[in-house]
C-alpha cells in the first residue's frame, strides 16, 4: 500500500532537516521561468533544484548579462532546496 502524502511530506521534511537542506524561494521577472523550463528541456533536466544547481556551479558574475530596466510586469517564484555547502558557493 502506497504512503499517505502527509506521511510522504514528514519524511522528506526529515530527510531534508538531516541533509542540512534549506529552502530558497526566488521572485524572479515574467519570463524567467520560461528561460527555466526551456534550458531545464533542452538538457533534459526533470527537477529545478538540479537546473539552478548547475547555474550556480557553472555560472560566473561577469557572464551574466546586464540587469534589465525594471517594469511593471508579473512576477514569478522559483522554489527549491540547497545544502550547506551549495549555500556558501551562492553567497560566493
Known amino acids: 500500500m ?16 538531516e541533509l542540512g537542506e534549506q529552502e ?11 528561460m527555466l523550463d526551456e534550458l531545464m528541456r533542452g538538457h533534459e ?3 529545478v533544484r538540479e537546473a539552478v544547481k548547475l547555474l550556480v556551479l557553472n555560472g560566473r558574475a ?6 534589465p530596466p525594471k517594469a511593471k510586469i508579473p512576477s514569478d517564484i522559483i522554489r527549491h532546496y540547497f545544502r550547506q555547502g551549495m549555500l556558501d558557493r551562492l553567497r560566493r
Not at 530558497?24 to 520560461?34: A, D, F, I, K, S
Open 24 to 34: 530558497l524561494r526566488h521572485t524572479v521577472p515574467y519570463g524567467t521561468r520560461q
Open 45 to 47: 533536466i526533470e527537477e
Open 62 to 67: 561577469e557572464d551574466m548579462p546586464p540587469a
Open 2 to 17: 502506497a504512503a499517505e502524502q502527509k506521511e510522504r511530506t514528514a519524511k522528506l521534511a526529515e530527510k531534508q532537516q
